[in-house]
């Protein structure tokens, strides 16, 4: 038997399980067109397809380390009971971010009203479901359908995520159709507070940034994903001076490893300010973890054990654990649940 340690459990905070599927495609040279070959993807998903994929994605995370998920869900009612079904088998905790889409995607993903979307939350907290308000993005959404959703939000105290300041595109757009940026539009629509995830934040300017600081939101960094569909990456240190709450998400599932987040969020953090050590190693535990489960609404989520015999950890003291596992562990030192 291999000797272990007992540490808090990792939260992933932002996950599209049903991308899990894509890795390794190449699928067009920028994000557009990678987009265009993941709504390939989720048309064609059943509830059938879906609880078997997400139940294989999540014991991933949990043998990896994740042991609660946040699932940006847009694949319609049907399939989001399938997914907290595969989340059960799995054992990971789950919180459903029930996606509100007017506009753009696929048929499947909008629905027709704010009142037949929050019908839809209703329907999955009767089941005893943990939902979260999940606007997709400023692109997805028009004003007053924020407007609506961060009004509910705050009325029933439910968790608020959304993409913003993804793609330089998205800017744009924003900007060309209510003359104001993606986060503060999210501000002037009453989307933003302490109940709030802001999903990549990669191109926020310093007003943004500062209107997550002081309204409390959180941003949720996704490194492996970021870097992936060339989405650029989160200005750490801006971030950092300006105190803003910070959790990660695995998003597209290209790579399902928290210590690897982690470890690309320091990276980022160290390029930009020259420096080592930008955030401690207590620090990345927390936004792993615990900074994680608050953001998802979450009063507890599992413990891991991790395999002190691991190659990975040979020589390594006692004090220095944390710190090591960020620095250069990778989620097979988890000794995964029996």
Not at 63 to 71: D, K, N, S, Y
Not at 74 to 91: I, K, M, N, P, R
Request: aromatic share 6%.
């Amino acid at each position: 038997m291999p000797r272990v340690v007992t540490l808090p459990g990792f939260v992933n905070a932002h996950s599209h399980a049903f991308q899990r599927a894509l890795r390794g495609r190449a699928a067009g040279d920028e994000f557009w067109a990678w987009r265009d070959e993941m709504l390939a993807e989720a048309e064609r998903h059943r509830p059938e397809t879906v609880r078997e994929l997400y139940e294989r994605t999540y014991r991933e995370m949990r043998a990896a380390g994740f042991t609660a998920v946040g699932e940006f869900h847009y694949l319609g009612l049907d399939t989001a009971y399938a997914a907290a079904d595969a989340a059960d088998a799995a054992g990971i905790a789950y919180v459903s971010l029930h996606v509100a889409y007017a506009r753009g995607g696929l048929e499947r993903m909008r629905q027709p009203s704010v009142a037949a979307y929050v019908s839809e939350v209703e329907r999955l907290r009767h089941r005893g479901i943990a939902v979260g308000i999940a606007p997709h993005s400023v692109r997805a959404c028009p004003r007053d359908w924020l407007v609506e959703l961060g009004r509910y939000a705050a009325a029933e105290q439910l968790v608020l995520h959304v993409h913003a300041c993804e793609q330089p595109r998205e800017v744009e757009e924003c900007l060309a159709e209510h003359g104001k940026r993606p986060i503060e539009l999210l501000a002037d629509t009453g989307c933003l507070g302490p109940q709030t995830t802001v999903v990549h934040a990669t191109h926020a300017n310093g007003a943004e940034l500062d209107l997550l600081r002081d309204s409390g939101s959180t941003i949720c960094a996704c490194p492996t994903t970021e870097a992936d569909l060339g989405d650029g990456f989160i200005p750490a240190i801006r971030v950092l001076h300006r105190g803003i709450p910070l959790c990660i998400g695995s998003d597209s599932n290209v790579r399902i490893d928290p210590l690897e987040e982690l470890r690309e969020l320091e990276g980022i953090a160290r390029r930009q300010d020259g420096r080592r050590g930008v955030f401690e190693a207590d620090a990345l535990w927390a936004i792993g973890g615990a900074s994680g489960a608050r953001a998802l609404g979450l009063e507890s989520w599992d413990e891991i054990e991790v395999d002190l015999d691991h190659r990975s950890l040979d020589g390594v003291a006692p004090e220095h654990l944390r710190a090591a596992l960020v620095a250069g562990c990778g989620g097979d030192v988890v000794v995964s649940p029996t």
